[in-house]
Nanobody
């Protein structure tokens, strides 16, 4: 199971820190990813991190503004989001990959959390 939290309403230029807690069949050996989905749009990749944390992948829209990290001792993954823009508004979902690698495709993830809403006002 994956439980995402930390979403909310923030003004443009502000910051939010999302957290995802993993339990059950999702373990600290899985690669983890963050995706987002805005109303009427397809799910979009945001960032991913491998089990060891040595491989990190970002979508172009996230580079330089977002930072993904993980704490395997606590089975948590975080997404620090800075310089937020209205176009970042979406439900953010965390996901656990089939194996320990970092993937940008949603098809490589088999466990999904319920999502947390992020709303950025202009």
């Amino acid at each position: 199971q994956l439980q995402a939290s930390g979403g909310g309403l923030v003004q443009a230029g502000g910051s939010l820190r999302l957290s995802c807690a993993a339990s059950g069949r999702t373990s600290s050996t899985n690669g983890m990813g963050w995706f987002r989905q805005a109303p009427g749009k397809e799910r979009e990749f945001v960032a991913a991190i491998s089990w060891t944390g040595d491989i990190i992948v970002y979508a172009g829209s996230a580079k330089g503004r977002f930072t993904i990290s993980r704490d395997n001792a606590k089975n948590t993954v975080a997404l620090q989001m800075n310089s937020l823009k209205p176009e970042d508004t979406a439900v953010y979902l965390c996901a656990a990959a089939y194996d320990s690698r970092a993937y940008s495709s949603s098809s490589d993830y088999n466990y999904w959390g319920q999502g947390t809403q992020v709303t950025v006002s202009s």
